[in-house]
């Protein structure tokens, strides 16, 4: 049975340094996980970093002070079962993806965090079944058996979040998901990213632009020259004043259909 902790993140005093530079300074930071979350900053804000601490993919420097970094209220995770209330899908990630891996096969290997599926896996019927519903759900079973590597970056990163959901992760974690994508792949995905919101999952989602802003997005995290420029809701945070602030320059938040533009 899941634990019932609420806090998907807690942050306290971390920090992170590389070649004796704070690329996250003094972070102080409590996510719920029942928040639609968006985590907004410049290139070279500290965002990257950030996710690569929550997932554990770099640690926190101890530079004096209590540091802490927990998930849903634990320090440590065997990776086997925080894959049942974490899915992260990055960037780096599609490049991982390439020979003859089939988009089904994609999916599947979510089941073992693996990178595509090998003789060792003991991939059972239940788990077929499972990766055939979440494949429908993000409409792309008809590529089911199209190799990763000939697929469209849309195609591609769609597969990329089933993989992510088919052990039903409380929090989805989107790094950066349009990158790269044309006009109609990123509406594609912003379509997507609301029908995963409303099926109950709750969304972090980790990027620059104001396009990648779905309205179930309820809570946003500014970050800026590493550290935290402005946290709060839409109505107070979202609003061209304070992302002028946090990039430096006037720019103007717009809104048509649900898709935000800053001008």
Not at 69 to 75: V, Y
């Amino acid at each position: 049975m899941k634990s019932q902790e609420s806090t998907f993140i807690e942050l306290k005093n971390a920090s992170v340094l590389r070649d004796n530079r704070r690329i996250l300074n003094d972070i102080n930071l409590k996510i719920n996980s029942r928040e639609n979350v968006a985590i907004i900053g410049p290139n070279g804000s500290g965002k990257s970093t950030f996710i690569k601490l929550i997932t554990g993919a770099v640690y926190p420097s101890y530079t004096g002070g209590n540091t802490v970094c927990k998930l849903f209220g634990r320090s440590k995770w065997n990776i086997s079962e925080l894959r049942s209330r974490l899915g992260i899908v990055t960037n780096e990630l599609l490049y991982d993806f390439h020979n003859d891996i089939t988009g089904f096969e994609s999916v599947l290997s979510g089941f073992f965090s693996s990178i595509g599926i090998s003789i060792n896996h003991n991939v059972t019927d239940e788990m077929r079944k499972k990766a055939a519903e979440i494949t429908d759900f993000m409409e792309i079973s008809h590529l089911n058996d199209r190799k990763i590597e000939t697929m469209s970056s849309g195609e591609a990163r769609r597969f990329l979040i089933a993989r992510a959901l088919v052990n039903n992760p409380e929090v989805l974690v989107l790094d950066e998901p349009s990158n790269s994508l044309d006009i109609y792949s990123a509406a594609k995905l912003h379509k997507t990213m609301r029908k995963i919101a409303s099926s109950g999952t709750k969304i972090m989602l980790v990027t620059h632009l104001a396009s990648d802003i779905i309205p179930e997005i309820d809570r946003f995290i500014f970050f800026k020259n590493g550290k935290i420029f402005a946290d709060g809701n839409r109505k107070n945070v979202f609003t061209s004043s304070v992302l002028s602030g946090l990039f430096g320059t006037d720019v103007e938040l717009t809104e048509k259909g649900g898709i935000y533009r800053l001008n």
